[in-house]
């Protein structure tokens, strides 16, 4: 089979590379420039210049219809947020060409919207924080008083901790995250932060259920719950688990059912301390970043989504190892314990080794963790006269007496 990835260094995108490249499939990916780049992963036969569809959603589309119209591909395969919406938006241009594994816009823009997400929850009973959305900074300005500190300001459309979420513990600090978010650049159809939501901080663990569709019906399934994130706070999983999570599965499933979804998706879940409840972050229409963990544990989610795609349909794939944790050294599990508390040891973050205990340092393609090695020392020398979370130090000893569970969540306010 031959893959068109337009893209290249993800960690997700590395993984699937691997993978799909020791199979004998075809992969080419999308670069930046033309220039030689001794860093990719050497099971990638072939590469195309396509621009960022950071900068220009529109040039990167016109990039990609050229190349599938050039050159026969059997599927095109994006991965990111800023690559899956393009396509997806520009499915019926690019789909004359290619097999494409994800659904129309109108069904991935609802999922991708927080807001919309959170709507549908409340109508097919799955939990979510308490949830407002003010039409300004004025209509905020009026409310501030019935909103439950602390507090999330997040932006509906868009991913990213540092460009798209702020923590606020008092009014005041609401407000200067709220101006904060709105005040960024829209880039539609990849983010906008014109009218940024509220919800309420759900303290507690952050579990992932994972899934490939076709049209509605379920094809494959994952659970799995990120032991270590960075930041430490909360954030991209830096280690690890699958578990055998029924309930986490069936919640995930029911919210990408009610979507008619088709393709991979991540309905990322915190299970609240306070009550033991998981409740709905969040639905990523596109193949997660830690791809690697679920892939290891038996569940190739990039190839069946290429198998379904080409062939029609797969056979459905709901076995995976439990209990297996996968590690990112670099520099995800570094830098989690860079912005560590003091005292806190490198055991304690990477955690104990076993058979079932795998990280993504693959000695027989090392070139990828070369390039993962140079930028974890870029970064921290870019960084050394501060630590780079320290702000969550502050966010953790501020909740470590966590809010008290609402006696009933009211229904998303606007």
């Not at 997806?88 to 060409?97: F, I, K």
């Not at 301390?273 to 229409?285: S, T, V």
């Not at 679920?294 to 056979?315: H, I, N, P």
Request: charged residues 25%; glycine residues 8%.
């Amino acid at each position: 089979m031959k893959i068109l990835i337009p893209q290249s260094k993800e960690r997700n995108v590395v993984a699937a590379v691997r993978s799909l490249g020791r199979a004998g499939h075809e992969v080419t990916l999308g670069v930046k420039n033309s220039r030689p780049d001794p860093f990719l992963t050497r099971w990638a036969r072939g590469k195309v210049v396509i621009p960022s569809p950071y900068i220009s959603p529109e040039a990167y589309v016109d990039a990609l219809e050229d190349v599938l119209r050039r050159e026969k591909f059997d599927v095109l395969l994006p991965f990111s947020h800023a690559a899956v919406l393009p396509v997806s938006y520009a499915y019926e241009r690019l789909a004359r060409w290619t097999a494409i594994p994800f659904p129309s816009y109108a069904v991935l823009r609802r999922a991708h919207d927080k807001l919309d997400s959170m709507r549908l929850a409340q109508q097919v009973g799955v939990p979510i924080p308490a949830t407002f959305c003010p039409e300004d900074e004025r209509a905020l300005a009026k409310s501030l008083g019935e909103i439950p500190y602390p507090c999330l300001v997040k932006a509906r459309q868009g991913c990213g901790i540092g460009t798209t979420i702020r923590f606020a513990r008092t009014p005041e600090e609401l407000l200067a995250g709220y101006r904060e978010i709105s005040a960024q650049k829209s880039n539609p159809p990849v983010n906008d932060f014109s009218r940024p939501m509220i919800q309420e901080y759900i303290p507690g663990t952050l579990y992932d259920a994972l899934f490939l569709y076709n049209h509605g019906q379920r094809r494959a399934a994952v659970a799995q719950v990120r032991e270590v994130t960075y930041p430490l706070s909360g954030g991209t999983g830096a280690r690890n688990r699958t578990i055998e999570a029924p309930e986490l599965l069936e919640l995930g499933g029911r919210l990408l059912d009610a979507l008619g979804w088709h393709g991979p998706a991540q309905v990322e879940f915190m299970r609240d301390e306070r009550d033991g409840q998981f409740k709905l972050m969040e639905i990523n229409p596109k193949f997660w970043g830690t791809l690697a963990c679920s892939l290891r544990a038996g569940v190739d989610f990039a190839a069946l989504a290429c198998e379904m795609a080409v062939q029609g349909d797969v056979t459905p794939h709901f076995d995976y190892t439990r209990d297996l944790t996968y590690r990112w050294i670099l520099p995800d599990l570094w830098f989690a314990f860079w912005g560590a508390p003091r005292g806190t040891r490198w055991g304690d973050v990477v955690g104990k080794g076993g058979p079932q205990v795998w990280d993504d340092m693959d000695w027989s393609d090392p070139m990828p963790n070369v390039d993962r090695l140079a930028y974890t020392v870029k970064t921290m020398w870019l960084h050394r006269e501060h630590v780079l979370p320290a702000h969550f130090e502050l966010r953790t000893q501020a909740l470590a007496r966590p809010p008290a569970v609402p006696a009933a969540l009211p229904p998303i306010q606007e």
